[in-house]
């Protein structure tokens, strides 16, 4: 028993919104696109769940941020799906693949065969038990990955109005859940094993801003250090977070951003894997030549720095998506996939870009004590990277236009004096 599709797409999430839109834009036949996903939704935009989700007034709810409205594009409802004739399965997790005879197992034993397939599975969150930490499942605890967590998050934050929070992880999770608990009235203390907050992206100059923006708000932080253990009433409810040099913080709730693990287990020994991703060519064309992989879970060449990457950002996955459908559609037409990094946030009155790559040495600019400030990173001798806090359009336009071209530097101290201006002047 099963069904056949010319295009499957396994995973629902941001890339397989965007690769949907790309196969209806080059016409594809009504009945031969299906998507698998264990959610029970049609894709939507995940970075709303740690921002406009949260929010206590005129919070974000589907079915508004449906993808693709991230990227000003149609918002893809049920409806569209239908209208297009697009096979959504929803709530329905794969438990196996079979590369070689083009099969995928369904949790309910169904069997949905492909011609194309494209693996979207993103990643799950990391879990405090890989850490030797238990706990994770008690009530008051969560992880924020998907629209469930979300809505336990936001249950938490209602029920603990005037309480202490604590997060634990200082990333992308951490930060921008940091934020949100603020402006639901909660005493944030966030607990991370580094010197300082989103240390493998910010220099610590860069994330001094951010701490002390984030003291101001009330928000308390522990760094170098992590919890070794949760204090537990009878109830099964955290009441407190005890970290490893003995410190005991009270916690009306525990927020949990760790990092996340990409989701290959199903192609494990069947496809090539590459940095923690499945590895695919310029193509977006896996080691099987019909599986491509797209989104977190992909390593794709970074053609500008000659390297591999997998990256974990929404910008990517919409691309990559776009690209591997361009390269099935049109074969002949499409060219090697040539990504630019882009990763961004927004919290509180702040919002910052970083485009490149963040290697070799730094060049800050601008004012530190203002709202407007940046960085680039120089590389044997070009730019490769840039960061930019509280610019206009145009200028996070043009600092990812000057970080494309890879501009030889040859006076440090002149691209310092100039700093937004060099890029402007590109
Ligand atoms: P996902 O969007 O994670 O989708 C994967 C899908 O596959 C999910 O629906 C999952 O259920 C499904 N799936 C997995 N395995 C199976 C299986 N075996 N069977 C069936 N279905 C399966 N990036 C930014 O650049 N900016 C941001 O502001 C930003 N904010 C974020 C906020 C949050 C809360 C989170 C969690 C991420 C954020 N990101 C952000 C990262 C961005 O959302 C991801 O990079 C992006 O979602 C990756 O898209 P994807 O399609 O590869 O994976
Ligand atoms: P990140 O990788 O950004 O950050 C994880 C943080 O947790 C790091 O500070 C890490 O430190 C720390 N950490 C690791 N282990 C422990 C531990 N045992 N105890 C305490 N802290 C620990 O992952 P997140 O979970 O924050 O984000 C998950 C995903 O969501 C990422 O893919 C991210 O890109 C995405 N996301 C992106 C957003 C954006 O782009 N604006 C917004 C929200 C999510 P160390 O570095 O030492 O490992």
Same mark, same amino acid.
Do not use: H, Q, T
């Given at each position: 028993m099963g069904r056949a599709f010319v295009y499957v797409i396994l995973g629902g999430g941001v890339a397989a919104g965007y690769a949907a839109l790309e196969f209806t834009k080059r016409g594809v036949p009504h009945g031969e696109l299906c998507i698998i996903s264990?959610? &029970?939704?049609? &894709?939507?935009?995940? &970075?709303?769940?740690?921002?406009g989700f949260l929010l206590p007034e005129e919070p974000a709810r589907l079915p508004s941020f449906h993808t693709c409205v991230g990227a000003n594009?149609?918002?893809?409802t049920p409806k569209w799906y239908k209208e297009h004739g697009i096979e959504l399965v929803l709530g329905t997790q794969v438990k196996s693949a079979d590369i070689r005879r083009k099969t995928l197992i369904t949790a309910s034993g169904e069997t949905i065969s492909y011609k194309i397939l494209i693996i979207a599975t993103g990643a799950r969150a990391l879990k405090l038990e890989e850490f030797g930490v238990k706990g994770s499942d008690a009530e008051n605890v969560c992880y924020l990955r998907n629209l469930s967590d979300a809505t336990t998050l936001v249950g938490l934050m209602k029920s603990c109005s005037g309480g202490n929070a604590v997060v634990i992880g200082g990333g992308y999770i951490g930060m921008e859940c940091a934020a949100s608990l603020v402006i639901n009235k909660i005493s944030v203390t966030m607990v991370f094993p580094e010197a300082h907050c989103m240390a493998r992206l910010f220099t610590p100059k860069i994330a001094n801003y951010y701490e002390e923006y984030y003291k101001s708000k009330g928000v308390n932080f522990v760094k170098g250090t992590v919890l070794s253990s949760f204090e537990i009433d009878t109830d099964g409810k955290v009441t407190a977070v005890i970290l490893k040099d003995g410190t005991h913080l009270p916690a009306d709730m525990v927020v949990v951003g760790i990092g996340i693990r990409p989701n290959t287990s199903l192609f494990e020994g069947q496809l090539t894997l590459e940095k923690g991703g499945i590895k695919v060519n310029g193509k977006l064309q896996?080691?099987?030549?019909s599986v491509y992989a797209v989104g977190d879970v992909a390593a794709f060449p970074v053609k500008l720095f000659g390297e591999i990457r997998r990256l974990e950002h929404v910008d990517s996955a919409r691309k990559s998506a776009r690209h591997a459908v361009a390269v099935i559609m049109e074969p002949v037409k499409a060219g090697e996939y040539d990504y630019l990094p882009f990763f961004y946030s927004r919290v509180f009155a702040l919002s910052w870009q970083f485009y490149g790559d963040n290697a070799g040495e730094v060049i800050h600019f601008g004012d530190f004590s203002g709202s407007t400030f940046g960085a680039y990173w120089v590389h044997k001798g070009h730019l490769v990277g840039s960061f930019l806090e509280g610019g206009t359009k145009e200028e996070y336009e043009t600092i990812a236009k000057a970080t494309r071209l890879k501009p030889a530097i040859e006076d440090i101290a002149e691209l310092e004096r100039r700093g937004l201006g060099f890029a402007l002047a590109i």
């Open positions: 264990e959610e &029970p939704v049609p &894709p939507y935009e995940r &970075p709303a769940l740690s921002k594009e149609e918002r893809l896996s080691s099987n030549s």
